[in-house]
Structures are given as C-alpha cells and as structure tokens.
C-alpha cells in the first residue's frame, strides 16, 4: 500500500473536446478563407486611392490571393494528410493572420499585393484541413452529414458576407479593416485550436510534390501577368511576349515533371478519364468568365454609379444568395434532367446574365442595372457548379474522389485568376487610359459581353463532351466504364 502510494500519479488522459467545438473551429477557419476571396472587392476603389494603385495593380489586389491560394491547395491537402491535419491548420492559419496584418499595415502598392499572396498561400494550408478535421472528428451518419452541411453553409455565407462585412468596414472604419479584421479572430481561433483540437493524419508515405505547385502557380501567375502587359503595352512588346513565352514554358515544364514524379500534385493519368476532363475544362471556362463579375460589378457601382462601399456591398448581397440557391437548387433537377442538362441550363442562365449586364449605363437604376442582372449571372454560376463536380468524381476511383474534388477548385479558381487578367484588359483596351464614367461604362460592358460569348461556348462544349446520362435516370456513366485509366 504504501508502494502503491508513494507511485508517482500517472497523468490522466486528456478529454477529448466537444464535438461542436471542433465543428465551430473547422467553419471558422473555411469562413475566414473564403471571406477573404470577395471581402476586398468593395475595397478596392478606396485602395487605388490611398496607395495609388493602377488598374492593373487592382486585378492583382484579387489574383494574387487566388493564385497562390489555387496553386498551392493541393500541396496544402497533402501536408495535411502527412504532418497532420491540426498542426497545418495552425500554421496555415498563423499565415494568414499574420499576412493579414501586414496588408492591414502596407504603405506601398507592393507591399500589399505581397501580403494577398502570402494570404493566399496561408489559406492553401489551411482549407484543405478544415473539412477533413470536421470528418474525422464527427462520426459516419447524419451527424457527420449534419456537420458538413454546416461546413458548407458557413463557406457559402463566407462568400455571401464578403460584399456586406468590406462595405461596413470601409465606411465606417478604412479599407485596411477588410485585412486587419482577420488579426483579433484569427488569432482567437488560433488559441483555441491550439488547446482543443485533436490531431489526425493519414501519410501512406506519399511525398510532398513541391516543385509541381511551385511550377504551376508561377506558370499561371506569369501568364496571367504577360496577358495583363498587353493592355498597355500591345502583344508585340518585348514586355508581353518575354513574360507570356516563360508563362507557356512554365506550364509546360509543370506538366513534364507530373508525368514523371512518382507522387504528383496532379497525376496526369486522369485527364484520360472523360468525366474528370471535360468536368475541369468546363470549370475552367466557367470560372474564366464569371470569376471577373465581383471585380467589375463593383467598381461599376462606386466608379460610374457612385455608390458608396457599404451600398456597393449591399447591392450584391441578391447576387451572392442567388450562388447558394442555385447550388441547393441543383441537386434537386440532376435525378430529373441529369447533370449534363442542369450544367449547361446553369451556364445558359448564367450567359444570360451576362448579356443583360454588358447594356449596363452611367445612370442605369440599380434593380435593373445590377440586381436582376446579377441574380441571373450568379443563381446559373451555382446551378453549373455543382452537376460539373458531381461529374468529375464520377469516373475516379473512391481513393482519388478527394483529389478529383481538389482539382476541380484548383481548376475554377485557376481559370477565375487567368479570366480576370483576360477581362480586365478587354476592359482596360476599350477604355484606353479614359477615366470618365461613359469610357469605364464601355470597358465594363466590352468584358461582360465577352464573358457572355464564352459561356455559351461552355455551354456547347459541355453538350458535346460531358458524359450523357444514362437511360432516363439521369445517372451519368461511369466514365471507368468508358475508359480505363492505366498507370
């Protein structure tokens, strides 16, 4: 007994935390990444202002977070799955917030745009663990269903709340509250992470493909720089054709080393799968034409119309909620028409939206003008987005359902970053340096317009190339069924 007593007390194991605290910690995250991707939009105006932005300088305000925060998410899925899913999520967060601050704080042009992309390589880590930590912490079930859903609400209302948080914020306080917001919640989140949440990870020795991230995203960042170059300099300047050759040489280096790492970031081997191709074509087109419409929407509210931010972010509040409906809509019309059908009906809706749009004016009324415009353009985004998922994991087998999943964001996201640079110098060209509100009308409208032709050249494509259903239950067919994937 006295043996038994003088042992030194074994220390109890740790509890494990609440379940709705992991849940709370994982949407807060998801929220805080994606409220950074719209939340500068209505910022952007008084940002050109106070650190003299150009125009160009403007699209890269928006693309340099999109970039590194596409380019890098894959990697970021990967870590997780190898170091572990909390302590990425820790610093990827930690990232974040600290980028956060120094965009809050930057005194030059340069020293914002460097802080977005850091921002966006932060939100790279740490999004891909906020939904495996809610999965492995909520059991197989309607719970678990229950939690994603919350997950995917919380996502959805983080895009939905960007326009209205940065209009509060700019009016009431400065723009540099749309960065500095993140400092004081994430660093709350960050603590409680760090205390509550339980560590997972699932390696199966795979290894880290950093030079295929690398690659892909100076690629595109290049490319996307070289086509922005034209708009002031013309395609046959040396300034154009030197960073578009390296884009192009890039991409092209990205794709050799995919096709002989042994652990590639994005295995080339299923693009042969019809369903997983032509799903991230189409998600690429659609993401090149809609991705531009905050950015333009936007400074067409407080540059011709002369909305302050807060009424800016206001007026694109239907805009957002109509992305939520078309996405619950979606789900509901594929057992009836397939996915193929309510795909390309989305994207129909969507071009439709924006032809509408492009006969925008410097006094259009603000119902006609931007609400119903932007209702059309962003309920058809919603309707297409979700059929084009469902179709590229169709074909996959169930071990690269989540890295088929990965792939279409990356490719929506991509194709949103290299259509911003597209549009923005469509609308830069037709404006030609003229800041009035009849010449920044006609350069708005040139690239609404443009969008609107490439979506319905989406659309055609999706007809031809997306997998037909099957019979008249608007299955789709298993595309393993049509191709096999070797290798």
Same mark, same amino acid.
């Given at each position: 007994m006295l043996e038994a007593a003088d042992a030194p007390a074994r220390p109890s194991p740790r509890p494990a935390p609440p379940t709705w605290l992991v849940v709370a910690l994982a949407c807060a995250g998801q929220f805080l990444v994606v409220l950074d991707v719209s939340v500068v939009n209505v910022a952007l105006p008084s940002m050109r202002a106070d650190l003299g932005l150009s125009a160009f300088g403007l699209q890269w305000v928006v693309n340099a977070y999109a970039l590194a925060f596409a380019g890098f998410m894959l990697l970021g899925g990967r870590a997780g799955d190898l170091y572990g899913r909390k302590r990425m999520f820790l610093a990827g967060l930690a990232l974040f917030t600290l980028a956060s601050l120094g965009g809050g704080l930057a005194q030059e042009d340069w020293q914002l745009l460097l802080a977005r992309a850091v921002q966006g390589l932060g939100a790279a880590v740490l999004a891909p663990s906020t939904l495996t930590i809610l999965t492995a912490a909520v059991p197989e079930g309607p719970a678990r269903a229950r939690a994603i859903a919350t997950w995917t609400a919380v996502g959805g209302g983080g895009g939905a709340a960007g326009g209205l948080v940065g209009g509060l914020l700019v009016d009431g306080l400065s723009w540099r509250w749309v960065l500095l917001i993140n400092v004081p919640v994430g660093a709350v989140?960050?603590?409680?992470?760090?205390?509550?949440?339980?560590?997972?990870?699932?390696?199966?020795?795979?290894?880290?493909?950093?030079?295929?991230?690398?690659?892909?995203?100076?690629?595109?960042?290049?490319?996307?720089?070289?086509?922005?170059?034209?708009?002031?300099?013309?395609w046959a300047a040396p300034a154009t054709l030197l960073p578009l050759a390296a884009g192009l040489a890039l991409i092209a280096l990205f794709l050799a080393v995919e096709a002989r790492t042994a652990a590639p970031l994005m295995p080339l081997r299923l693009l042969r799968l019809r369903s997983v191709a032509s799903a991230n074509t189409a998600m690429f087109l659609s993401g090149g034409a809609m991705f531009c419409m905050w950015f333009f929407m936007t400074l067409y509210a407080q540059n011709v119309l002369g909305y302050t931010p807060l009424e800016a972010g206001v007026a694109l509040v239907p805009s957002s909620l109509a992305v939520v409906l078309g996405s619950k809509l979606a789900p509901r019309f594929m057992p009836l028409a397939g996915?193929?059908?309510?795909?390309?009906?989305?994207?129909?809706?969507?071009?439709?939206?924006?032809?509408?749009q492009s006969t925008m004016s410097t006094?259009?009324?603000?119902?006609?003008?931007?609400?119903l415009p932007g209702i059309l353009m962003m309920l058809g985004a919603g309707l297409a987005a979700?059929?084009?998922?469902?179709?590229?994991?169709?074909?996959?087998?169930?071990?690269?359902?989540?890295?088929?999943?990965?792939?279409?964001?990356?490719?929506?996201?991509?194709?949103?970053?290299?259509?911003?640079?597209?549009?923005?110098?469509?609308?830069?060209?037709?404006?030609?340096?003229?800041?009035?509100?009849?010449?920044?009308?006609?350069?708005?409208?040139?690239?609404?317009?443009?969008?609107?032709?490439?979506?319905?050249?989406?659309?055609? %494509?999706?007809?031809?190339? %997306?997998?037909?259903?099957?019979g008249t239950g608007g299955t789709v067919v298993p595309a393993g069924a049509e191709e096999k994937v070797t290798g």
């Open positions: 989140v960050l603590l409680l992470a760090l205390a509550r949440l339980p560590e997972s990870r699932a390696g199966g020795g795979r290894r880290l493909d950093l030079p295929g991230a690398v690659l892909a995203t100076a690629g595109l960042a290049t490319l996307a720089y070289g086509i922005a170059q034209t708009g002031a300099e013309g996915p193929r059908a309510v795909a390309v009906a989305g994207s129909l809706i969507a071009a439709a939206g924006f032809g509408w006094d259009g009324a603000y119902v006609t003008q931007i609400m979700t059929p084009l998922a469902a179709l590229a994991t169709s074909g996959a087998a169930p071990r690269e359902a989540g890295l088929v999943s990965g792939l279409v964001n990356t490719s929506r996201t991509m194709g949103g970053s290299l259509g911003l640079a597209v549009m923005s110098t469509i609308a830069a060209t037709r404006t030609a340096g003229r800041g009035t509100p009849e010449a920044l009308t006609e350069g708005y409208s040139l690239a609404f317009r443009v969008s609107a032709a490439v979506l319905v050249g989406g659309a055609l %494509l999706m007809l031809l190339w %997306l997998p037909r259903p099957a």
